[in-house]
């Protein structure tokens, strides 16, 4: 995703805003992962 920063605030670091949302968007894609897998598991071990 490109943000056009040349009328942003100077005080903004948009670099690192950038890395906590790339790494938010990565912590909810594992999460969301690890419940599916979770949900699987016990589809087949309780069933």
Request: proline share 2%.
């Amino acid at each position: 995703m490109s943000v056009d920063i040349s009328d942003g605030h100077p005080a903004m670091d948009y670099d690192e805003h950038n890395r906590t949302y790339a790494g938010f968007v990565r912590g909810t894609v594992i999460l969301s992962v690890a419940i599916a897998a979770l949900l699987v598991f016990m589809a087949v071990v309780l069933v």
